[in-house]
């Protein structure tokens, strides 16, 4: 089956440092990711979409310059998240599909802890 | 209001037992996906249905859409079943997941 790797798998970063979170499909062209975050017994929240070559679609309430997303390649979507600050500790998970089917494939998620 | 309910909240079951989680959504759909997630965190895809049935293994899928329902069966549960199960949709309208809140089944041995 089709596996979506996400790397690091968890990171714990200083008050106002920036963290760059990787999302890799590595047996599958992706033509979009999703990005998402999930606190401690609530579901998946979907932060922003990304097409392969153009700009993330931002959910409501997403700080698009806080939540840097970059998808430059078909297997490689990076979300880089900005000056954390604790309020960010999450765990965020990716998600790759590809056009014309309605699956998504998960990455098994990075667990961020902001001190 | 979320467009994808799904109950019980909270499941405890015997090793052994039959278990059913229930789904129901709201709007018009291209997919219902049912998802489980381990403790870990990573998330596997365990059916995608647009109608009718499927079955993999112990697990068993049902989607009516008339009524706008869903069904996830666990047949002989095992500890190891044990995990959030979740159901998700894919809108007519776009490509992203609208997701349910999810059960949390503990299978007792």
């Known amino acids: 089956g089709a596996v979506v790797s996400q790397h690091p798998s968890w990171v714990i970063c200083k008050s106002g440092t920036s963290v760059k979170i990787e999302c890799r499909s590595l047996?599958?062209?992706?033509?979009?990711m999703f990005w998402y975050r999930q606190f401690p017994k609530q579901s998946l929240m979907l932060m922003a979409t990304?097409?392969?070559?153009?700009?993330?679609?931002?959910e409501q309430g997403v700080e698009k310059d806080k939540f840097l997303i970059n998808h430059a390649s078909l297997t490689l979507s990076t979300l880089t998240v900005t000056s954390a600050h604790p309020e960010d500790s999450s765990f965020y998970i990716c998600?790759?599909?590809?056009?014309?089917?309605?699956?998504?494939?998960f990455g098994p998620g990075t667990r961020l802890t902001v001190l | 209001k979320n467009e994808v309910e799904q109950s019980p909240q909270n499941l405890t079951a015997q090793e052994g037992e039959f278990i059913t989680i229930n789904c129901s959504y709201s709007v018009g759909i291209s997919a219902l996906h049912w998802l489980q997630q381990h403790p870990g965190g990573g998330i596997v895809s365990l059916f995608m249905l647009s109608s009718g049935k499927k079955k993999h293994g112990r697990l068993i899928a049902t989607i009516n859409i008339q009524e706008k329902h869903s069904s996830l069966h666990i047949t002989a549960s095992h500890p190891r079943d044990s995990a959030v199960y979740i159901c998700a949709v894919t809108p007519n309208t776009g490509n992203q997941f609208y997701f349910g809140t999810g059960t949390s089944l503990t299978v007792i041995p």
């Open positions: 047996d599958f062209q992706a033509t979009t």
């Open positions: 990304s097409n392969e070559g153009s700009k993330a679609t931002y």
């Open positions: 998600s790759a599909g590809t056009s014309g089917t309605y699956e998504q494939f």
